[in-house]
């Protein structure tokens, strides 16, 4: 399956539940934005790395955070925003707007939210690092045994 710019893989035919593979397929390229551009290919990107076309590890985690909300969710995040103006969506993304988290009744998808939560917080600089995504998501399926 191919959400975005990543590449799942969900092997069906194993008994264990956590293998799970995520590959990011995008070739690194400059970022060309043309003055009237449409949202619809950056609603992954963190505003900052748009506007500053500046790439970073709390660049990677904010778009880690979307592609988790895709795969809990099971669609496109931001999907009523296609089609707007990339400036409308980067103010709005800007303010704090993000995919709503609802139906979060289970211990597992509150820890799923504090982790999406936590890699997409609109300041850069508080976000997750890529070690705590990493140990937190071995612990959610620590606790899958």
Same mark, same amino acid.
């Given at each position: 399956?191919?959400?975005? !710019? #990543?590449f #799942?893989?969900?092997?069906?035919?194993?008994?264990?539940?956590? !293998? #799970?593979?995520?590959?990011?397929?995008? /070739?690194?390229r400059?970022?060309?934005i043309?003055?009237? &551009?449409k949202?619809?290919?950056?609603?992954?990107?963190?505003?900052?790395? #748009?506007? !500053?076309?500046?790439?970073n590890?709390s &660049?990677?985690?904010?778009?880690?955070?979307?592609?988790?909300?895709?795969? @809990?969710?099971?669609?496109?995040?931001? /999907?009523?925003?296609?089609?707007?103006d990339?400036?409308?969506? /980067?103010?709005?993304?800007?303010?704090?707007?993000?995919?709503?988290?609802?139906?979060?009744?289970?211990?597992?998808?509150?820890? @799923? &939210?504090?982790?999406?939560?936590?890699?997409?917080?609109? !300041?850069?600089?508080?976000?997750?690092?890529?070690?705590?995504?990493?140990?937190?998501?071995?612990?959610?399926?620590?606790?899958?045994?």
């Open positions: 399956m191919i959400i975005g !710019n #990543v #799942v893989s969900l092997q069906l035919d194993s008994s264990d539940i956590r !293998n #799970v593979k995520l590959s990011n397929i995008c /070739l690194t400059e970022l060309t043309e003055p009237g &551009s949202c619809d290919s950056f609603l992954r990107f963190s505003p900052e790395a #748009v506007r !500053n076309r500046a790439y590890a &660049s990677e985690v904010y778009s880690l955070g979307i592609m988790l909300w895709e795969i @809990w969710y099971g669609q496109e995040a931001f /999907l009523e925003m296609k089609g707007q990339l400036e409308v969506f /980067l103010v709005s993304v800007e303010k704090g707007r993000r995919p709503e988290l609802t139906g979060l009744t289970t211990q597992t998808s509150l820890w @799923w &939210s504090e982790l999406i939560c936590g890699c997409w917080e609109k !300041n850069a600089a508080e976000r997750n690092t890529l070690a705590v995504c990493k140990s937190t998501i071995k612990a959610m399926l620590a606790n899958c045994k």
